[in-house]
């Protein structure tokens, strides 16, 4: 409270005590966080009209499959969401639940991937199967079987150990007196797992070691997990991930409130922040040994989905959620970043795909969602890079590297020629889409020419690869690569110059016939005949609207395209007319802005038709990526 003394010209009372209630300022229990950029996205669009976090590199690492589960999860289960990430003993490890089509329907179990690089990828491994209740114990009415939910996946002990952990509950809802327990156990370091036990029984109900299927861990004859288990306990921070499926009837947090999801990292003034669903956030000055209530920051727009938060190596902080109001449609997934963990600005894009949903399901929302990096303490992998984690569709598992500092402009020219880099490792500023069955890589040039270049092989019949690179904006731009169609492949590439809201001013395409295809304002041109296993150099001379919009600007903007040289297309109109351009973007199909936010969520459908299968190769190679003013 703040007493207020007011003066009023003209009157006989020369003062008036007032009381008044003043709002604690942005940073206090009442706001901790705030985005302050004022951009929203357009719910009409995929991307969101949005920029791009530059050098994201987004892969697909699991694509379920239904029919062939030997090169998918070894199941065949098509519901995967729910993913965790740490990085440990040189791997990452990636966690995630899958049930076999609908989510929060028995029988649902925990699976995990490793990598040592992010990028490829070795096969799930079950490390906590679709649970059994013991002789004698059935499953309590109104419930229908057993599942899987956490909302945390890894603790990286005091001395080095890693535990795994997942929940164990009743089938719809395992949620406080649906739930069994949390079990634990240990990743070794030659890819093994130890023993699985219940590291916390449920608080609301009795279940203990005589009615449950795992002893508890306390009977481990390993002293030193046993310890690491120990620790895990006394840890605040780590075990407050647990309130959503226990709210610890039996005191556990002491009364403290919590929202659903959490994520958290430390500021640079010390106190923790708590981040969850729903845009609830709170403050801790003690560890996490007590929390402010949780309140809502009007300024993020969410919904059911996860938010992550985190500091990050330029010692910065990130904010990553989808800045949306419905739960049935997770896209995209934005970055939002600050200096001090408490003001955040500059929403961009880390992922802006969303692919058809090859299998229907409960509660199986579009786009990139539940994402979650690397918690504090669970291992910083070489370089500045930023980590994310999620499921798309809730069918796929996907992770993304955003380069640090999170950037969304380049100043000066652009001179890609790719001979540097290492085959098949990452591609500096180049955003790149690459799902497991149409991966964007590094490789030897073909065709006689010498060094490396950039790989766009698609053999998916629902997604595609893209590869798209962020110039300096302007209107008046000169661009100039190469493009090899390989003599195997069967399909098209399309490539686009665009401005920063997405607008795809100049189109031009390699079509399934041969042609080199372009577009005049509304209408699409074969401009020439190309031949697969030939190299054509091609330039795309653009002028872009301007800023002088009814200042005597002449036309809506035009382009010409050059091959090899040759004008083959003079002073063609854009196909939208934009101030101004600034990405590159390679495509192994045709663009996509389906589904909308009005396709239907709750369907039940067949699986999309040969969706398990792959497709005809769709092989380009492009090379020599040039791009200034003019």
């Known amino acids: 409270m703040k007493t207020l003394f007011i003066a009023f010209a003209g009157s006989s009372l020369c003062a008036v005590l007032c009381t008044v209630a003043v709002s604690a300022q942005t940073g206090s229990i009442n706001e901790p966080v705030r985005y302050i950029g004022g951009q929203t996205i357009d719910p009409d669009v995929h991307e969101g009209r949005l920029r791009y976090a530059i050098g994201t590199e987004s892969r697909q690492t699991m694509r379920a499959n239904r029919s062939h589960p030997e090169v998918a999860d070894g199941f065949g289960w098509t519901y995967n969401h729910g993913s965790n990430l740490c990085y440990w003993n040189g791997n990452f490890y990636q966690q995630y639940l899958s049930n076999p089509a609908d989510e929060h329907i028995a029988p649902g179990h925990t699976l995990v991937m490793t990598s040592k690089d992010g990028r490829h990828w070795n096969k799930p491994v079950e490390v906590f199967p679709p649970y059994k209740a013991p002789p004698g114990v059935t499953i309590p009415k109104g419930y229908h079987g057993y599942m899987m939910h956490q909302r945390m996946g890894f603790y990286v002990a005091p001395d080095g150990r890693l535990l795994i952990l997942a929940f164990y509950g009743h089938t719809e809802d395992p949620f406080n007196k649906g739930g069994i327990g949390r079990v634990v156990r240990e990743a070794y370091k030659d890819g093994s797992f130890g023993p699985i036990y219940f590291i916390r029984y449920s608080s609301y109900n009795s279940w203990n070691e005589s009615n449950t299927s795992y002893p508890f861990y ?5 002293a030193a997990f046993v310890t690491a288990c120990d620790n895990l306990l006394k840890d605040p921070l780590m075990t407050f991930q647990w309130h959503d499926e226990d709210g610890g009837a039996d005191g556990f947090y002491h009364g403290m409130k919590a929202g659903e999801a959490l994520s958290y990292y430390h500021r640079k003034d010390g106190k923790v922040v708590a981040l969850w669903k729903q845009s609830l956030s709170a403050l801790s000055s003690d560890e996490g040994k007590n929390f402010s209530d949780p309140v809502k920051s009007p300024t993020f727009l969410m919904s059911g989905g996860k938010q992550w938060g985190q500091r990050t190596d330029d010692g910065r902080y990130a904010l990553c959620y989808n800045p949306i109001e419905s739960s049935e449609y997770r896209y995209p997934l934005v970055v939002v970043t600050g200096d001090d963990g408490i003001l955040f600005d500059h929403m961009l894009l880390v992922q802006g795909e969303v692919p058809p949903r090859r299998f229907t399901g409960r509660w199986k929302d579009f786009g990139p969602c539940y994402m979650r990096g690397i918690e504090e303490g669970n291992g910083n992998p070489p370089g500045t890079d930023m980590w994310l984690s999620y499921s798309m569709n809730k069918e796929d598992i996907w992770i993304s590297r955003i380069p640090v500092p999170v950037r969304y402009a380049v100043s000066g020219p652009v001179k890609d ?94 079509d399934e016939k041969g042609r080199i295809v372009a577009t005049d304002g509304s209408v699409e041109k074969p401009v020439q005949d190309y031949r697969q296993g030939r190299w054509y150099q091609v330039e795309l001379v653009t002028e872009a609207v301007g800023e002088a919009i009814g200042g005597g600007t002449a036309g809506q903007g035009k382009y010409s395209l050059l091959i090899d040289g040759k004008e083959v297309l003079k002073d063609a109109q854009l196909a939208e007319a934009v101030k101004s351009v600034e990405r590159l973007s390679l495509r192994t199909d045709h663009w996509r802005n389906l589904p909308t936010r009005t396709t239907p969520n709750e369907t039940k459908d067949p699986p999309l038709a040969g969706c398990d299968e792959q497709s005809a190769p769709t092989i380009f190679y492009v090379d020599d990526v040039e791009v200034g003013g003019f």
């Open 417 to 510: 020629h790719f001979d540097g880099l290492a085959a098949d490792g990452p591609v500096p500023d180049w955003n790149l889409y690459s799902p497991a069955w149409a991966p964007v890589s590094v490789v030897k040039s073909p065709g006689g020419r010498d060094g490396n270049c950039l790989q766009l092989l698609d053999k998916d019949p629902y997604d595609y690869a893209r590869a798209i690179r962020v110039f300096e904006e302007g209107v008046k731009v000169r661009a100039r690569f190469s493009v090899y169609a390989d003599p195997a492949n069967k399909g098209l590439l399309e490539v686009d110059l665009t401005d920063q809201y997405g607008n795809r001013p100049v189109r031009i395409r390699w």
């Open 218 to 222: 306390k009977r481990s004859s390993d």
